[in-house]
Every structure is written in C-alpha cells, then in structure tokens.
C-alpha cells in the first residue's frame, strides 16, 4: 500500500492525541500537518498540548509547527486526507470546509454523522456504506467528502450486535452504559464530581447511540440509507473509570436462537478476514472483532481493555433475560475503537477500496497557500 501524508484537525485534544499514538509508526499513513484552536496555531506541538497518553509525544511530532486549521491559511502544504477530531460545533464549520478544498475528511465527530449522504462507518458492520460518499457535492466538484465513524459507546455495541442482526434479527435493544471519563475530553469531568459518584446523564448520549445503532445496521442502495427496524431505548451514565466503556444488554431477537447458537455468531464474526472483503489485511483491524469472555466477572476494564490492541469488544456474560431473550455485558476501549481508531481503520479501507486516488481531480495548492483557493 502507498504510504499517504496525513494531517489531524483537533491534534492537541485527548483524541488527536490518540491519534498521534496510533498513527506515529502506521505503515499506510504519514503525518504531515497538524492543526488546533487558533491560540495554538503557531506553537510548537510539544509547547501547545498538553499530553496525557501513557508513551511520549513521538520526537518528530513535539517539533511540528501547528498550522491554522483552515484549509485555506495554511502555510505549509495540506495534505488531503485529514483525521478530524473536533467537538461537534465547530466540525459542523470545519469539516465541509476542508471537504470543499478536497480533503477526504475522516471524522470522530458527530456533527455530520445523521447527514443523509454522509456513510456512518464500522468497516465490520457496513463497509458497504461508503458507496453514498460518491453522492456529496463536495466529492463531484473539488474531490473532498466527509466520512464518520460511529459514538463511542455505539462502536462497541454495534460489533456483537452485527451477527446477531445477520443470522437472526434484531426486535428490541434495551442497554444501560457505563462510561470512563476520557470519553469527556480533558480536562472533562471535575473530580469532585466523579470520584466515588455515578453521574446519570451525558448530553446528547442517548440519542446518539439510539440513531446510530440504526442507522449503522440499517441498509443502503448506494444513494440513500434505510435504517434497521430495531427498537432501541438507551440509559447512559459516567462512571470513574480513566477508559472503557461498560454496556449492560438485553435483546429480543426476530427469531429463536441458542446459547450456543450466539456464541457461534460471535466467535464466527470475522468479516474482514472472510468472504466479500478477503484479503484486506487492514493493519488495524483484529482478527477477532468480538472476543468472548467466559469467566462470570468479566469483562472488566482492568482485565479486556486492550484486547485486539484495543480494537475488540468484549462480551461476557450471556444468559437468558426474563423480560426479553438474552442480555449480556460488553466492554470497549472508548478512544481507541471508540474514536481514533475506528477513524483510522475506516482510512484503511478507504484506501483499499481506491478513494484517496484523486487525480481526476485538481490537486490542492502546494505550502504557504495563505488564502488560497481550489480552482473551480
């Protein structure tokens, strides 16, 4: 696979750090532009963040300049895939304006994640819809679009949800989530209010995580999304956990299925390892999606965190459920699959399936492009 320049909108937050992490020895992706809030832009990138991650700032990275972030004021050359990690507000005036200079805009943020031609993308679940992206204005003038990866706590529901859906419907989802404070950013949570607490609401969170469910196991014709008929009703809390989100699950399936018959659907859940999509070998993508933990206190933050380096659910404690057919526990690292990550990985099959070749289109204007335009 050709090695691409990348660049990272939102570089010095706790997912652009993550970010950095995971992409600082990637064999697919180089970065080559970073870019935060404007009293960051011209600092260093060591002297603007303030890091928090468990390994150090990677040395090239430290001494990068961080750039404007628009595309337009950038004085060194833009790449064109950029990894955005914005919080919602501002993504919903950053992000199509980078797509409308022609970047493909991977994007961590929710602000664009219900458009009706933007693809919400687990590469597990619905690789097939990336097709809508072709439909974006932006992608049929400059080049650029913008594709989304799921909520959090979705991403790590959704990947034993999958199977299930496939081999026997889904009727009705209840989930109670449990989720680690990194999920709020940094500096996030006040410690008064979390330390030895519970909070029960997390703005946005539940309806989130109902739409994208459906929308993410609904089906597409290559032009519009259909979402799934699941009946899906969310409780959402933070808990004082640093990562990790916790799912509590109780499902009503569309037909009848056994134990063993679940059990099978999860361990044979292997789609980018299998037919349709054989032969990817996506660097970040496990081998093993859903993970089954038999042991009846997992799974547990401290214990499943990183399984598939962080990129796997796992599920523990299946049995049946007295009001609907099953329930069961998962665990998801949150800003790994739940963010950078699941952006990173859906890069990887954007470039697998030939979406960063732009050379029908105009290239972008090289370095010191201060208030440059793309041609029409």
């Known amino acids: 696979m050709e090695r691409r320049n990348v660049g990272i909108l939102g570089a010095t937050g706790m997912v652009g750090q993550r970010f950095i992490q995971l992409l600082a020895n990637h064999p697919w992706f180089n970065i080559t532009w970073l870019a935060a809030s404007d009293r960051s832009s011209g600092k260093t990138y060591a002297d603007a963040c303030a890091w928090k991650l468990d390994t150090p700032i990677p040395a090239h990275i430290a001494q990068m300049t961080l750039q404007p972030n628009t595309p337009e004021a950038s004085s060194t050359e833009l790449p064109r895939i950029i990894f955005a990690a914005l919080d919602a507000d501002i993504a919903r005036d950053l992000e199509p304006r980078f797509a409308a200079f022609?970047?493909?805009?991977?994007s961590n943020s929710s602000a664009f994640r219900m458009a009706p031609d933007v693809p919400l993308v687990?590469?597990?679940?619905?690789?097939?819809?990336?097709?809508?992206?072709?439909?974006?204005?932006?992608r049929k003038s400059s080049g650029g679009y913008i594709v989304t990866n799921p909520n959090c706590s979705a991403i790590g529901?959704?990947?034993p949800l999958a199977p299930l859906e496939a081999r026997f419907g889904i009727e009705k989802l209840f989930v109670t989530t449990m989720q680690a404070v990194?999920?709020?950013?940094?500096?996030g949570v006040a410690s008064l209010d979390i330390l030895g607490n519970?909070?029960?609401?997390?703005?946005?969170?539940?309806?989130?995580?109902?739409?994208?469910v459906a929308k993410l196991l609904g089906t597409t014709n290559g032009q519009t999304f259909t979402p799934a008929a699941a009946k899906v009703s969310a409780h959402c809390n933070r808990v004082a956990v640093i990562d990790g989100h916790t799912e509590c699950v109780s499902i009503k399936l569309r037909?009848?299925?056994t134990r063993e018959q679940i059990l099978e659907a999860w361990s044979g859940f292997q789609p980018l390892h299998g037919k349709g999509l054989d032969g990817l070998h996506l660097p970040s993508a496990p081998l093993f999606p859903v993970e089954y933990a038999p042991e009846p206190t997992r799974p547990q933050p401290r214990?499943?965190?990183?399984?598939?380096?962080?990129?796997?659910t796992t599920v523990g404690r299946l049995r049946p459920c007295s009001l609907f057919d099953w329930k069961f526990t998962l665990l998801s690292h949150n800003t790994i699959r739940g963010a950078a990550g699941a952006a990173i990985l859906n890069a990887e099959i954007l470039a697998v399936l030939g979406k960063f070749d732009?050379?029908?289109y105009r290239p972008l204007p090289s370095g010191n492009a201060a208030n440059a335009q793309v041609p029409a």
């Open 102 to 106: 022609g970047c493909a805009v991977i």
């Open 122 to 138: 687990i590469p597990e679940v619905n690789a097939d819809h990336l097709a809508v992206l072709e439909t974006q204005a932006t």
């Open 358 to 360: 732009f050379r029908a």
């Open 255 to 257: 037909k009848p299925a």
């Open 182 to 187: 990194s999920g709020a950013g940094y500096p």
């Open 198 to 212: 519970v909070v029960p609401y997390i703005k946005n969170e539940e309806e989130k995580l109902e739409e994208e």
């Open 303 to 312: 214990l499943d965190l990183m399984r598939g380096n962080g990129m796997s």
């Open 157 to 159: 529901l959704v990947l």
